[in-house]
């Protein structure tokens, strides 16, 4: 198979709308081409007017009316505002075999119409005529290549723009209160990528009821390395909280079993011998969920590779950020949480929940660390596949 790259870029007032998690949801549910890489940009505006002139001219008037369009959209919505902000863009990178056109279904045609709501910009985007047949708004929702040959020399703009700028978005967004700003890290689990699906996207689009910013985004490959960092605070808890439980039900068998009566002091030396044993198990299946590798079975060497199992890790920022979101996730076990909240609807178990969430700002920033978040893996990783 001859596979081929394919990028959208969720425009700045899509997000403003919160509607970023809809469209994504469209695009992963539609596209027969699987998503690579994820980033949120903050364009300059040296590199909306690179990426503007990557429309080339064509001698059809009518679609060079609507290329003329998307130029002057791109140089005036995707440049810093009046104020000197820059705006957030979101780019998700696809590969397939023909990911172009697959990718160009999905998205609609820059003629949008206003009677169907069958293509991405059919139902967010609007193309809105004055009397005498001039423009009066445009709004495309979302921005993709110029044509497959096209498509390298666009991703070049954006990933050398990327290796100056930092993968995590600094002073773009304006707060009433800075003082209760924060950011936490949010992980769609694997569970969610098992097959072609709208529900990570739709997962997003429950978040934004909180308000918050999306400043970070990253397709992950959880290594076994990073796994094991990043739960290990929780192997500890299982121990404590799983060891006397454990040791009551081996206490309780083997009296069923062998008709003796233990004393009650047994269940210290059964909790060391099988409760922990269990909770270590228990532990080891959360890293082998995370990463799709069992972690006894891995070599040093394999254990810091990527692993086999995908995730998306987005930063959310704004006041009393990790509270919203924990309030949307709703609680470790999804058969006891609110109706409405992330896991209630998306979970299946207290493993396979749908999505974590950080506990406070300190763990966010430890989390993100772990996921090198504010490296640019989204480089690397299309780089690679080009």
Known sequence: MN???AFAVITPYTIQKSRTGAVIARLLGRCESELIAAHMFAPSRELAEAYAETIRVVDDPEDERLRGLIRNYIRTNLTPDSSGLRRRVLMLVFRGENADEDLRQ?????????????TIRDTYGDLVYSRDGSVKYFEPALLTSDGPDTVLQDLELW?????HESPLLENICVYQDPSRVQRTLVIIKPDSWRRRSLRPGAIIDMFSRTGLRI???RLCRISVEQALEFYGPVQQALEKRLGPGIAKKARHVLEHEFGLKLADSIE??????VGVPYARHQFERIVEF????????CDAVRRSEPGAAKTLALVYEGEDAVAKIRDVLGPTDPTRAPTGTVRREFGSDVMVNTAHASDSPENAEREMRILRMRDSGFIETVRNCM
């Open 290 to 297: 995370m990463t799709g590798l069992d972690p006894e079975g």
């Open 268 to 273: 210290a030396s059964l909790a060391e011998s």
């Open 106 to 118: 999905v998205a609609g045609h820059l003629g949008i119409s206003c009677t169907s709501g069958e």
């Open 3 to 5: 596979d081929q790259l």
């Open 215 to 217: 400043i970070g985004c």
């Open 159 to 163: 990933l050398d723009f990327a290796e």
